[in-house]
Nanobody, 124 residues
């Protein structure tokens, strides 16, 4: 059974950098052929793909966030991390990590796994 758990701060000040880590259990981010992905969902808005890192280590960032977001991984800890710089209040959202067969699919597919999400609020 694959489990994903998000961790990081619940409150971040504007202009600071948000760092969220997803820890995987029951699967390997380097050997299991999936996209390891970060999503977010602001209040009342649609689910948005932030970016992903593939099992091969290739990264993808949503064009709208490419200037501010990066994704990296730590294979020894089976973790991958989202860093979002220069945060603004509009970055407030529930952030999810996921293991996906299709890159940045906002539809949950068979074989996909999602974390429970973590609330991040950007506020001074």
């Amino acid at each position: 059974q694959v489990q994903l758990q998000e961790s990081g701060p619940g409150l971040v000040k504007p202009s600071q950098t948000l760092s969220l880590t997803c820890t995987g259990t029951g699967g390997s981010i380097t050997t299991d052929a999936y996209y390891w992905t970060w999503f977010r969902q602001p209040p009342g808005k649609d689910l948005e793909c932030v970016g992903a890192i593939s099992w091969r280590g290739n990264t993808y960032i949503s064009p709208s966030l490419k200037s501010r977001a990066s994704i990296s991984r730590d294979a020894s800890k089976n973790q991958f991390t989202l860093q979002l710089s220069s945060v603004i209040p509009e970055d407030t959202a529930v952030y999810y990590c996921a293991r996906q067969t299709r890159l940045c699919s906002t539809t949950k597919r068979e074989g996909d796994y999602w974390g429970q999400g973590t609330q991040v609020t950007v506020s001074s």
